[in-house]
């Protein structure tokens, strides 16, 4: 299996993303024009990750994500159920505590993370209410989620231009800088097929996060939602 379909089966999903694992982070800092480094910034920002905290990241492939919220001296996880993910991560950090796990049937105990955060992981998970529902259970009273995903630019003429790149200029890209080019195809759709802003919002709410609110960036072809749980 080379590229996942949108039923987004978990074993076809993994499988892409462990033919990609060697070279992902070159492909996304190429495809993105190198605005996922901006956007992994204000992800940064938005965790607010501090010394001793526990930081559970979810989807963090090889490491790439997780790596800011280590430097501020917390204690982070990388956490991802692509095992071709997380041997790239492993080799190259092998100081991290990388764990094999479901976001749907997270390995964790509840109430154990002051904040839990996944960026461009949710839209590959087949059922991310269940998702947004471990999260909550496995954060502390009081901690937060941060969720970094691709969503739909608020100006009508950007997201006809955006759309047309997604489908005809980013396959030939990944022609040529990707192990396996097909994923991106697939890649392009889910996030054509994703829920807008206010949508996404909702399911956080509905799956208990309180004080919901998100930030578009690059006019909002990525968007950071941020959640809270009750004390």
Same mark, same amino acid.
């Given at each position: 299996?080379?590229?996942?379909?949108?039923?987004?089966?978990?074993?076809?999903?993994?499988?892409?993303? #462990?033919?990609?694992?060697?070279?992902? #982070?070159?492909? +996304? #800092?190429?495809?993105?024009?190198?605005?996922?480094?901006?956007?992994?910034?204000?992800?940064?920002?938005?965790?607010?990750?501090?010394?001793?905290?526990?930081?559970?990241?979810?989807?963090?492939?090889?490491?790439?994500?997780?790596?800011?919220?280590?430097?501020?001296?917390?204690? =982070?996880?990388?956490?991802?159920?692509?095992?071709?993910?997380?041997?790239?991560?492993?080799?190259?950090?092998?100081?991290?505590?990388?764990?094999?796990?479901?976001?749907?049937?997270?390995?964790?105990?509840?109430?154990?993370?002051?904040? =839990?955060?996944?960026?461009?992981?949710?839209?590959?998970?087949?059922?991310?209410?269940?998702?947004?529902?471990?999260?909550?259970?496995?954060?502390?009273?009081?901690?937060?989620?941060?969720?970094?995903?691709?969503?739909?630019?608020?100006?009508?003429?950007?997201? @006809?231009?955006?759309?047309?790149?997604?489908?005809?200029?980013?396959?030939?890209?990944?022609?040529?800088?990707?192990? +396996?080019?097909?994923?991106?195809?697939?890649?392009?759709?889910?996030?054509?097929?994703?829920?807008?802003?206010?949508?996404?919002?909702?399911?956080?709410?509905?799956?208990?996060? @309180?004080? =919901?609110?998100?930030?578009?960036?690059?006019?909002?072809?990525?968007?950071?939602?941020?959640?809270?749980?009750?004390?």
């Amino acid at each position: 299996m080379t590229r996942a379909s949108l039923n987004k089966q978990p074993h076809e999903v993994a499988s892409m993303f #462990d033919d990609v694992a060697e070279r992902y #982070d070159l492909t +996304n #800092d190429v495809l993105s024009l190198g605005q996922d480094r901006v956007w992994r910034k204000e992800v940064a920002k938005a965790v607010d990750a501090r010394p001793a905290q526990k930081i559970l990241d979810l989807a963090a492939g090889t490491a790439t994500s997780s790596l800011p919220f280590a430097r501020t001296g917390a204690y =982070v996880v990388p956490c991802d159920f692509s095992l071709g993910m997380l041997k790239v991560g492993k080799k190259n950090h092998s100081w991290l505590p990388f764990t094999a796990g479901d976001a749907t049937k997270l390995p964790f105990r509840d109430d154990v993370f002051d904040a =839990v955060t996944i960026s461009f992981g949710l839209r590959n998970v087949q059922d991310y209410d269940s998702a947004l529902r471990e999260m909550y259970r496995v954060t502390k009273p009081g901690g937060r989620v941060v969720i970094c995903e691709f969503s739909h630019p608020t100006w009508a003429p950007f997201r @006809t231009v955006y759309t047309e790149y997604l489908m005809r200029a980013l396959p030939p890209v990944a022609r040529a800088v990707s192990s +396996n080019p097909d994923a991106y195809v697939y890649l392009a759709e889910s996030i054509r097929a994703w829920p807008d802003q206010p949508a996404l919002a909702g399911h956080l709410q509905k799956a208990g996060w @309180t004080k =919901v609110a998100w930030r578009d960036l690059t006019g909002g072809v990525v968007a950071l939602h941020r959640g809270f749980k009750q004390s």
